[in-house]
Each structure stands twice: as structure tokens, then as C-alpha cells.
């Protein structure tokens, strides 16, 4: 099985920064991509940022303001967030492709980490 660790998040003033970190774990294989979701209350998950080994893709709400970066070694993945603003405040969950042998990859989700901007 695999599992997906969430950590980060918390509170944070407008204007401020917050990093999300996601460990993955358990019988991989290969890891095909990696990102992050948020769901804000009464909204629909949406995508925020994703990794492969040779590309990233933002959000256009987030694009310059957040980064996403992967460590394959550690089979982890970051998302810095910076000049945060209310309307970041969500739920942020965790997601990655994995596939546990050498057939069709599954999606997995982390459990999701709350991260609230407010002064």
C-alpha cells in the first residue's frame, strides 16, 4: 500500500508564507507525478500545482506566487507559498500517481492540511 504524509500548514497573515511538505511511502515503484489540490469551503477541489520529473504546472491564481519542487530521493514534494491571501485559505491536499509494480499507476491522496490566511 502506499500512504501519502502531509506537513505544514497552520495560520498566516495576509502577505505572509507557508510551506506544505508530502511524503510518500509504502511499496512504490514509480512515482509519475506529484502535486497539490485545495478545496475551499462550499467550492469544488481544485488543481494548485503539479510535478513530473521534467515539467511543473500552476494555477493561474497561484502562477508566481507559489512554487512547487519534488525530491525523488525522498520520494517528497513541497509546495512554498508565498504573499499568500485570504482567498488561499483551504483545505490542501496532497496527490501523486504511483505505481506499486511495474503496471497501470493509481492515484493516491494525502489527508489534507488546513491552511488559513487571516489577520
Known sequence: QVQL???GGGLVQPGGSLGLSCAASGSIFRIYVMGWYRQAPGKQREL???ITNG???YADSVK?????SRDNAKNTVYLQMNSLNPEDTAVYYCNAVIAT???IPK???GQGTQVTVSS
Open 5 to 7: 504524509v502531509e506537513s
Open 48 to 50: 494548485v500545482a503539479k
Open 55 to 57: 515539467s511543473s504546472n
Open 64 to 68: 508566481g506566487r507559489f512554487t512547487i
Open 101 to 103: 509494480r511495474p503496471t
Open 107 to 109: 492515484n493516491y491522496w
